[in-house]
């Protein structure tokens, strides 16, 4: 069975005979069960009973309702109520707006709003540069999906997709102080959403697209780009794409290899692939291998899309024909962004010494993490549960701050790799080791150091520096 989760972390409000040994009675009955008790509250008590509030983390649904079968089962113990921790944090949403400043009298409401509100926006008619000075597009970002490629969990529509891009705008306020505004679309027609998010760029200094499929999310993104005066970013691609490169900056470290010298073996050719196969090119990397469900992309493959053509002419110069499995053999480095379990260990065993393994398939990984480890020196997943995990809010939060400061109208290619460079050298020198080459989601050195990373590769770039590699399908 699968290990209890934080993900499904419940309070059980239980009512107990009193008793000298109730409270370990019940936390042994929870534990027993196979919950992970974190918490055990008494919260009344009477001439004969305790009321308990136990705290636990369960596996799934079907584990909640054996923890409390369990605790039902003991004399004179009765399960009052079943609180999910997970959908209270959730009760109303996650975000809210504030107002900046004090609405305290009239001479305060008067210059905030009318009248003399009328003054600024008069101002912004006659230079509408002043938008990102004199309101909240110097600092707000929208993040914007269609609900067609959420988490794990495939096209749910923009409705399901809401708590999830009000996490996403929460971590943008928390990390790096960017407010930032859901904006779940109702449509799945691209030409829609080109002109949706144009007629609402007004009010944003950024776009970030979340959870679009693809190849939809190519165009989308390549119009966007082309179309708006305002950065506009996939943080599935490029996000990915940033994260991956810095844990492979330090991963090669920890091996001595160099990029420029090592086999890499891509698996998946989607959004993330795509945008970590153009960086890891961007960067010297020579001897990559893509690979689809039909196995290596390669020039002599009838290729249906734009996308997959450029990683062809780009890449696998060998013109090598064979599966992911038979790739595998003498590759330096693993990339996954694909699917679950679809390697096993002698897959990775069969891996040039010293290794490194990105199996980054949430919630399952391509290949199981602790049996990769016993044959490559370095492991990292897009899991919290184990070492090195790539996530992608080590990347955006700071990458739109630096954009923002910056008054940024676009990004480009060289911002995604200073990026990258500066949260690999967020893990210091003394601390680089085959189970720490990133460094943690919390720690509050990461998004300030991308943000002057970001900011300081705009000062210092040539007036028409190369974009960011997008193709169009």
Excluded at 309 to 333: C, H, P, Q, Y
Excluded at 353 to 376: C, G, K, Q, W, Y
Excluded at 390 to 403: D, E, K, S, T
Excluded at 435 to 458: E, L, Q
Aim: glycine share 6%; proline share 5%.
């Amino acid at each position: 069975m699968a290990a209890p989760s934080p993900g499904h972390s419940l309070i059980l409000r239980v009512q107990i005979p009193a008793s000298i040994d109730a409270t370990s009675t019940i936390a042994s009955s929870v534990a027993v069960a196979g919950a992970a008790v974190t918490a055990l509250d008494i919260v009344e008590s009477a001439s004969d009973h305790l009321i308990v509030d136990v705290s636990c983390n369960v596996v799934d649904d079907d584990h909640r309702d054996r923890v409390v079968a369990a605790l039902e089962e003991q004399d004179g113990v009765t399960v009052r109520k079943v609180s999910d921790r997970t959908f209270l944090i959730h009760l109303g949403g996650k975000i809210e707006v504030t107002p900046r400043v004090s609405l305290r009298n009239r001479d305060d409401l008067s210059r905030a709003y009318t009248p003399g509100v009328a003054r600024v926006c008069m101002a912004i008619h006659e230079n509408p540069a002043d938008a990102r000075r004199l309101t909240i597009k110097r600092n707000t970002v929208a993040v914007v999906t269609d609900g067609t490629a959420v988490l794990g969990l495939g096209d749910i529509g923009p409705a399901a997709a809401l708590p999830v891009m009000e996490g996403k705008a929460a971590l943008f306020k928390s990390f790096a102080d960017v407010d930032a505004w859901p904006v779940c679309l109702d449509t799945t027609d691209t030409e829609e959403i080109i002109r949706i998010v144009k007629a609402i760029a007004p009010v944003y200094g950024g776009i970030n697209l979340e959870d679009i499929a693809a190849p939809r999310c190519f165009e989308i993104l390549a119009r966007l780009q082309d179309e708006l005066d305002i950065p506009v970013f996939h943080d599935d691609q490029h996000g990915t794409a940033i994260v991956a490169l810095a844990a492979l900056y330090n991963a090669l470290r920890v091996v001595d290899k160099k990029i420029e010298d090592t086999r890499i073996v891509v698996s998946g050719v989607g959004a993330a692939g795509h945008a970590i196969i153009q960086l890891l090119h961007h960067e010297g990397a020579g001897r990559i291998i893509a690979c689809d469900r039909q196995g290596a992309v390669h020039r002599g493959r009838d290729l249906s899309d734009d996308h997959r053509r450029w990683i062809a002419e780009n890449t696998n110069s060998d013109d090598f024909t064979g599966t992911l499995k038979e790739a595998m053999v003498g590759a330096d480095v693993f990339i996954g962004v694909s699917g679950p379990n679809i390697l096993d260990e002698e897959d990775v065993a069969a891996m040039a010494e010293d290794s490194i393994v990105f199996a980054m398939a949430n919630p399952t990984p391509e290949v199981d993490p602790l049996a990769a480890a016993r044959h490559a020196a370095v492991v990292a997943t897009g899991r919290s549960d184990f070492p090195n995990q790539i996530n992608n809010v080590l990347a955006f939060p700071g990458l739109f701050r630096g954009l923002l400061d910056a008054d940024a109208a676009e990004i480009r290619t060289e911002m995604l790799v200073a990026a990258a460079r500066a949260i690999a050298d967020c893990v210091r020198a003394g601390e680089l080791n085959a189970s720490y080459i990133v460094p943690s989601v919390f720690d509050s050195t990461v998004a300030p150091a991308v943000a002057d990373a970001v900011h300081s590769s705009i000062a210092s770039a040539p007036s028409a520096p190369a974009a960011v590699e997008t193709v169009a399908v």
